[in-house]
């Protein structure tokens, strides 16, 4: 396991955009983000294999969304446009260390996780 350390969250309007920040103290295979709404389950946003950078996201926020890395910083980013009111939710980054099998979609597929960061976005 790693330690993941998130920032970046915040209030912001309708339209607005925020990014994200996900520090990882170790190797990692790949990398993620997930969201929890109030009342909701946590739900898959976006993910990142660590030596590609390929990428992947949910439906919902594909053309808004970017994840990204920078090895040199062990960091991730999401970069998030044109959010709207249902992008609220605690955002979680999570890490992959030991090439899970298993859906990579699925919160079981990822071995760490960061303390959350709020994102509320005002309509």
């Known amino acids: 396991q790693v330690q993941l350390v998130e920032s970046g969250g915040g209030l912001v309007q309708d339209g607005g955009s925020l990014r994200l920040s996900c520090v990882c103290s170790?190797?990692?295979?790949?990398m993620g983000w997930f969201r929890q709404g109030s009342g909701k389950e946590r739900e898959y946003v976006a993910r990142?294999?660590?030596?590609?950078?390929?990428?992947y996201y949910t439906e919902s926020v594909l053309g808004r969304f970017t994840i990204s890395r920078d090895k040199a910083k062990n960091t991730m980013y999401l970069q998030m446009n044109s959010l709207k009111p249902e992008d609220t939710a605690v955002y979680y980054c999570?890490?992959?260390?030991?090439?899970?099998?298993?859906?990579?979609?699925?919160?079981?597929?990822?071995?760490?996780w960061g303390q959350g960061t709020q994102v509320t976005v005002s309509s």
């Open positions: 999570a890490a992959d260390t030991t090439y899970a099998y298993g859906d990579p979609t699925w919160p079981s597929s990822f071995d760490s």
């Open positions: 170790g190797g990692t295979f790949r």
């Open positions: 990142i294999i660590s030596y590609s950078g390929r990428a």
